[in-house]
């Protein structure tokens, strides 16, 4: 009897195991998939007015432009 309790416990332990480790992978999936799925910041260049996400755009006079040569256009008089 003592034997099959002992294995009764191990099962038990190698489930709980399993499962934790399967809902670790779970969450970390879900919060990688949140990341991914969040819209980035969309700016529109002020010289050629196409959209771009703000992380690629090129800050200048207090506006985006989508390359530096838009933005050195636009600063010319
Ligand atoms: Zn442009």
Same mark, same amino acid.
């Given at each position: 009897?003592?034997?099959?309790?002992?294995?009764l416990?191990?099962?038990?332990v190698?489930a709980?195991?399993?499962l934790w480790?399967?809902?670790k992978?779970?969450?970390?999936?879900?919060?990688?998939?949140?990341?991914s799925?969040?819209?980035?910041?969309?700016? +529109?260049?002020?010289?050629?007015?196409?959209?771009l996400p =703000? %992380? @690629?755009?090129?800050?200048?006079?207090? +506006?985006h432009y989508?390359c530096?040569e838009h933005r050195? =256009? %636009? @600063?010319q008089?």
């Amino acid at each position: 009897m003592g034997l099959i309790r002992l294995v009764l416990l191990l099962l038990l332990v190698f489930a709980a195991i399993t499962l934790w480790k399967r809902f670790k992978l779970w969450q970390q999936q879900r919060n990688t998939s949140q990341d991914s799925e969040q819209p980035a910041l969309m700016v +529109r260049c002020a010289h050629c007015r196409v959209h771009l996400p =703000a %992380d @690629q755009a090129f800050p200048g006079n207090g +506006r985006h432009y989508c390359c530096p040569e838009h933005r050195d =256009a %636009d @600063q010319q008089p």
